[in-house]
């Protein structure tokens, strides 16, 4: 969690920091050409009037019609001066200088909202220190009221948590607690349903508190919120910049709009990989609260009231299943997950396909960013005297090294989460399919994300070396293709670090030493891409390191087949999402229409796959805009295979609410590129709804036929579905019933997403597990 933080930093860093490069003001780049324009005239006059050096009048007599290029070395004190006097001074644009205020303006803006956000938190909703319900207050029956202050913090006391103080929301009734907070100062929120859980279900109360109190005893706090807070101040700064490229400030052709458009892109993926990330803490923090209080028996008693807790919120959204999102991106994961984390602790931490994808990409977006920049990095050196010019060897200077920090962070966060999945996912002595096929689907993941940031901002990771130059990454000098080699990069990359997992759990190496082993050559085989990130003389070291460590861990696997470890025997978990209803997706329909809906849906998938083979051409660097719009319909496909693939109906349901997103979000961006673009007059734009709207209803039908043929259940009437879970009842590859509580987004201006609280939408249940607060 601390790595993937890390990462995000440095990506958001090195992009604010080229936010300064396109953004020379008009006037200093009108100034600099006019300057040029003066010079260039009087050096023109002194190259006709000067009179000849020696060398120059041999020159002359040799060669007819010879005339002077240059200005002669004893001439040129004089015409400098000359130069000076009535030109004025040359002007010097330092980049540099506005790069070190847009990082400043990060860094500052991030850390002022990571202080302020708890305190704008307690405004907003209307926290109290103090319970509305006065001590000793009983019911009407006669019953005293419990303390919820003195039980949170009995609690906190046997947690061994600090806690600076209970705030309660007198206007949520929901059961509901919410931890949130900066350094020194943690705060735990209780909705006032809080009271009524703590009357009728004690143990479901500690279960929740004890969730929230796994935050802060987990540190998570301080990171996300930090990130959140890092996140929203540099949304800000693409925002001030864009605004800015709008008024003309900018010299034309800086191209500071297309900059902050693909930054703008990247705050999406950023905040999805965060969102993603989020996972695990979430899991980490159910993990706490079933392993508290110690014992067995408590603990297995903590796990059966965070399972009646998760099933009451299933029972709680029957239409989703007992879950608060169609997307892979809510901050939350999926209930049958969460049930399943407390079997299998390695699921915690494993890396989905999602995060693979959106780590490539973020990876890939910096690493172009920083590479494009090389020139401006050299002409930096060159005005400090870091560089002498005599030292310069080309006019196109690539400077890989530059990109280590990102390297150094992004390989341990692929590797250990690598290390995770191969433990939850089982291993090739005990159905080795399950662990085969993960891989693959990490593999094409990482593979999309790294095409996919070379596709946002492209560079020289897919752009033609030149022969004489060294290649910037290692398939560069193999093919020259960058789609073939950014798959063989993925796939390799992931095959080896498995080598090494499979190596290490093969000799039983003790948990820290494989964590770290796994950590340091995760960060060596991203710098293994770059041949030149490192001097050539490490080359061969580096190379033997890299293939050797996976050699040696397949060696150690072979010889270890006949004792087989139980570490390697354990049961794969299925990545399920629960047991539910599966019914006839399908309803009847003319034999002729169904054949225009499936030849539709044909059309479009079609037509998604050539949009795809056009871009991964990397022939063209695609505007914003068009990128944006091609991924919403590569996506819309992507969801509607996915619904046909579904396990039941509510992940159907789910999925194709999603693909109609991305369609109805592409649809849009078509409108807007029809009107900035002049190919779409504002009177028809609302004409793209209907073609819209027929392929997402031809393609629901082709989907919904597909998942009946699946499950051949074509002929049985369609049935609302069941929520995916039963009391008693655990999802599939879990031996005990344990869980965490789930909560729902809450809307506002200011979402409760930087420092671990949740959200939910008013009157809605807000529920346990703790979502960041938004700022």
């Not at 990060?106 to 405004?123: E, K, R, V």
């Not at 000793?136 to 019953?143: F, Q």
């Not at 090739?428 to 990482?446: D, I, N, Y």
């Not at 719009?629 to 590569?634: E, P, R, T, W």
Request: net charge positive.
């Amino acid at each position: 969690m601390f790595l993937r933080a890390l990462l995000f930093w440095f990506a958001l860093t090195v992009a604010a920091g080229a936010i300064a490069f396109p953004t020379t003001p008009d006037s200093q780049a009108q100034a600099a050409s006019n300057h040029r324009s003066c010079a260039a005239e009087i050096e023109s006059e002194f190259r006709r009037t000067l009179p000849y050096t020696a060398e120059e009048a041999q020159r002359a007599a040799a060669t007819p019609f010879w005339q002077r290029t240059l200005i002669p070395e004893p001439y040129r004190s004089e015409v400098a001066e000359t130069i000076a006097r009535k030109c004025g001074v040359r002007p010097v644009d330092r980049p540099e200088q506005r790069a070190g205020l847009a990082v400043g303006v990060l860094a500052g803006g991030g850390f002022l909202l990571y202080w302020l956000l708890p305190y704008l938190t307690i405004l907003r909703y209307g926290l109290k220190s103090e319970h509305p319900q006065e001590a000793g207050a009983v019911a009407a029956d006669g019953t005293p009221l419990p303390c919820l202050d003195t039980a949170l913090r009995r609690l906190a006391a046997d947690a061994g948590v600090t806690v600076h103080a209970v705030l309660f929301n007198a206007v949520d009734n929901t059961a509901n607690a919410v931890a949130f907070g900066h350094a020194g100062r943690r705060y735990i929120e209780l909705a006032s349903g809080m009271e009524g859980l703590l009357v009728k279900d004690p143990a479901a109360f500690d279960a929740v508190v004890l969730h929230e109190l796994g935050h802060i005893r987990n540190r998570d706090l301080d990171v996300t919120q930090g990130i959140t807070a890092l996140w929203w101040a540099f949304v800000t700064l693409v925002a001030a910049a864009f605004c800015l490229s709008l008024t003309g400030f900018a010299a034309d052709g800086s191209g500071l709009r297309a900059l902050c458009l693909q930054l703008a892109l990247l705050t999406c993926v950023v905040y999805a990989a965060r969102n993603s990330y989020l996972h695990s803490r979430e899991l980490h923090a159910d993990a706490f609260a079933a392993a508290h209080p110690a014992g067995a028996d408590n603990a297995e008693a903590s796990r059966q009231s965070l399972d009646r807790f998760l099933v009451r919120l299933a029972e709680q959204r029957p239409d989703k299943g007992g879950e608060t999102s169609a997307w892979p991106f809510a901050t939350h994961p999926s209930l049958a997950r969460r049930r399943a984390a407390l079997v299998r602790p390695a699921l915690a931490d494993e890396f989905t396909g999602w995060e693979a994808a959106l780590i490539g990409c973020i990876l890939t977006f910096a690493v172009n960013l920083v590479l494009v920049h090389s020139f401006d990095l050299t002409m930096f050196a060159l005005r400090t005297g870091i560089l002498e010019l005599a030292d310069l060897h080309t006019l196109r200077p690539v400077y890989v090294w530059a990109t280590l920090p990102l390297l150094l962070v992004a390989g341990p966060v692929i590797g250990l989460g690598l290390r995770y999945s191969v433990l939850a996912w089982g291993s090739p002595h005990h159905r080795g399919v399950h662990l085969t096929t993960r891989l693959a689907r990490l593999s094409a993941c990482l593979w999309a994300g790294l095409c996919l940031g070379c596709l946002i901002h492209p560079g020289p990771i897919t752009d033609e070396h030149p022969p004489d130059e060294q290649p910037v990454m290692l398939w560069q000098s193999l093919t020259d293709s960058a789609v073939l080699g950014l798959a063989v990069t993925a796939a390799v990359s992931l095959g080896l670090c498995t080598l090494l997992v499979l190596g290490t759990e093969a000799v039983a190496l003790r948990r820290r030493p494989a964590l770290l082993l796994t950590g340091v050559y995760g960060a060596l085989v991203p710098i293994a891409w770059f041949p030149t990130a490192l001097p050539a003389a490490t080359t061969p070291y580096r190379y033997t390191v890299v293939f050797g460590l996976p050699l040696l861990g397949a060696v150690c696997l072979l010889l270890s087949r006949r004792s087989q470890p139980a570490r390697l025997l354990q049961q794969p978990v299925r990545d399920g999402h629960g047991p539910g209803t599966v019914t006839a997706a399908s309803s009847p329909m003319r034999t002729s229409l169904l054949v225009v809906c499936h030849l539709t849906t044909l059309g479009v998938t079609a037509w998604a796959l050539v949009v795809a083979g056009r871009l991964l051409t990397f022939s063209t660097s695609p505007t914003p805009l068009v990128l944006a719009k091609s991924l919403g319909l590569m996506l819309f496909v992507l969801g509607i295979a996915g619904a046909a693939l579904a396990p039941h109906d509510t992940v159907f349901r789910q999925r194709v609410r999603a693909a109609m997103c991305c369609l109805a979000g592409a649809a849009a961006l078509t409108a807007v590129e029809g009107l900035v673009v002049g190919t779409i007059p504002p009177s028809l734009c609302l004409t793209l709804l209907a073609p819209a709207c027929g392929v997402l209803v031809s393609s629901r039908v082709t989907a919904a036929a597909l998942y009946d043929l699946r499950r051949g259940r074509a002929g049985l009437p369609r049935a609302a579905s069941a929520p995916p879970f039963s009391a008693g009842r655990a999802p599939e590859g879990s031996r005990s019933p344990a869980g965490g509580a789930h909560r729902a987004p809450r809307s506002g201006l200011l979402r409760r997403t930087a420092h671990g609280a949740h959200e939910s939408r008013r009157p809605q249940a807000r529920q346990a597990g703790s979502e960041p607060r938004q700022g």
